[in-house]
């Protein structure tokens, strides 16, 4: 098995909906397909923002990790989240996410990301196990929170 990572660019628009819908249908994601799509064409549209990778399996596009940018003092400059990543169920167990992440934090070191963050489902024990081994730890005194504005 052969894995290749690429940047996307608008132009895979079509090639990125239909997994990113079904990432949100696995993870129960309330949203319309228009704002989806509106969500995506900007982060494509707009490298400062981050990026999306598509992931591809012996040429065949298996996933997709999402990265958007932000700013910490706490971790001294830039940091990021990685806000999505989706592998196709039949590619799963194939060491595709730990070459996925692996890549993506040499990507982010190399634009002066200073510290990668991440949310998992607390039932998402696969998806746990595949993090710590990449080095992402629980930060166990904080609880991240949100407010839809």
């Known amino acids: 098995m052969t894995i290749a990572i690429q940047r996307a660019s608008i132009q895979h628009l079509e090639l990125i909906l239909p997994l990113v819908r079904a990432y949100h ?9 228009s704002a989806r799509e509106s969500s995506i064409r900007q982060l494509l549209s707009n490298h ?13 596009l298996a996933g997709y990790i999402a990265l958007c940018q932000g700013y910490s003092i706490e971790f001294g400059g830039y940091d990021a989240f990685i806000d999505e990543f989706y592998i196709q169920t039949e590619f799963r167990g194939r060491g595709l996410g730990k070459q996925t992440l692996e ?14 963050h991440l949310e ?4 998402n024990t696969n998806a746990q196990r595949l993090y710590s081994q990449a080095q992402f730890k629980p930060r166990e005194k904080y609880m991240l929170m949100s407010v839809t504005l």
């Open 25 to 33: 249908e696995f993870e129960e994601v309330d949203t319309t397909e």
């Open 48 to 60: 400062s923002l981050g990026g999306i990778w598509l992931i591809y399996s012996d040429k065949t």
């Open 103 to 116: 890549f993506v934090k040499t990507e982010a070191k190399k634009i002066g990301i200073r510290a990668l």
């Open 120 to 123: 998992v489902a607390h039932t």
